[in-house]
């Protein structure tokens, strides 16, 4: 049988990381814009499974396992304004833990909107004229995307969604007998390949929605999909040394615990500078609060 090939411009309505890395627009954490980034181990798990279900025609859902500014969110982000344009009249919801998380969020979404030169409709802006608001933006596509946040007065306003992104869920707070996370998706449509739903967050101790969907994840006892890359998987999880004197004074200081480290995982003293200036610089000295935002 010949094979068959897609042009390109059918492949990027076909597929988010191929317009991704075509017509993204990212801010990296120096704050510089980068065009047509390239996805980290991270986002390509994320988006091979977009990919799969969507190739099988299933929905999509998927529970994120994140270490701190290692660009989940801004997948998340791609994945729902991708499967906005490729899907018209589909209503979404963006819910944070806090207002704060949201609006950051959100604006990794409006920046892929107000970026994106993709012709999908006849060369015009992604964003209908009128309809880019501080909380909500309707796209060329007739879709809807909305922001929240956990346990507002007005969380659920959106009403049945097909597209959700639930984030940093793994704080968000139970009042009561009432979890917010089971409230946010008794209104997720979930049935059909239109259907995306990505719950992230970085831990937040063994308990909760959020812990008990990745436990459940990884035994495969739900349909979510658990996505988790460590934090030694990423390129920028290293410091060189500046000299092969200083490699050696580090290789001598290392403590038993890194040790450890390094024989369990595999890790190299580049990987290991990193975690060691990591631990110092934003966990306080405090192995344990490492492992817990960068496990």
Request: glycine residues 8%.
């Amino acid at each position: 049988m010949a094979k068959t090939s897609l042009d390109p411009s059918t492949l990027i309505r076909l597929d988010a990381e191929v317009w991704f890395t075509t017509y993204g627009t990212i801010k990296d954490k120096r704050g510089k814009v980068l065009k047509a980034p390239k996805p980290n181990i991270l986002q390509q798990r994320m988006f091979k499974h977009y990919r799969d279900c969507q190739a099988k025609g299933e929905p999509c859902k998927m529970v994120v396992l994140k270490p701190r500014q290692k660009g989940a969110s801004t997948c998340c982000q791609a994945l729902a304004y991708h499967h906005f344009m490729k899907y018209p009249s589909l209503n979404g919801s963006l819910m944070g833990d806090i207002a704060g998380t949201s609006d950051k969020v959100f604006e990794i979404f409006r920046r892929f909107a107000e970026n994106d030169k993709f012709p999908w409709v006849n060369g015009r802006s992604p964003i209908n004229e009128g309809e880019s608001k501080a909380d909500s933006m309707e796209l060329i596509s007739k879709s809807v995307f909305g922001k929240e946040t956990a346990g507002s007065k007005n969380a659920g306003r959106s009403g049945t969604i097909q597209v959700g992104n639930m984030t940093e869920v793994a704080f968000w707070t139970t009042s009561g007998h009432s979890d917010p996370a089971l409230a946010y998706l008794q209104s997720l449509y979930d049935e059909g390949e239109m259907s995306l739903c990505i719950a992230d967050s970085t831990p937040n101790g063994p308990s909760g929605w959020f812990y008990d969907t990745c436990t459940a994840s990884m035994e495969e006892r739900n349909d979510w999909k658990f996505i988790f890359a460590a934090w030694f998987e990423f390129e920028d999880s290293r410091i060189p040394f500046k000299s092969e004197q200083e490699k050696e004074e580090f290789k001598q200081s290392l403590d038993e615990d890194e040790t450890l480290e390094m024989e369990r995982f595999g890790c190299d003293l580049e990987q290991m500078q990193w975690r060691r200036r990591t631990v110092m610089d934003k966990c306080g000295g405090d192995v344990d609060k490492f492992r817990q935002e960068y496990p």
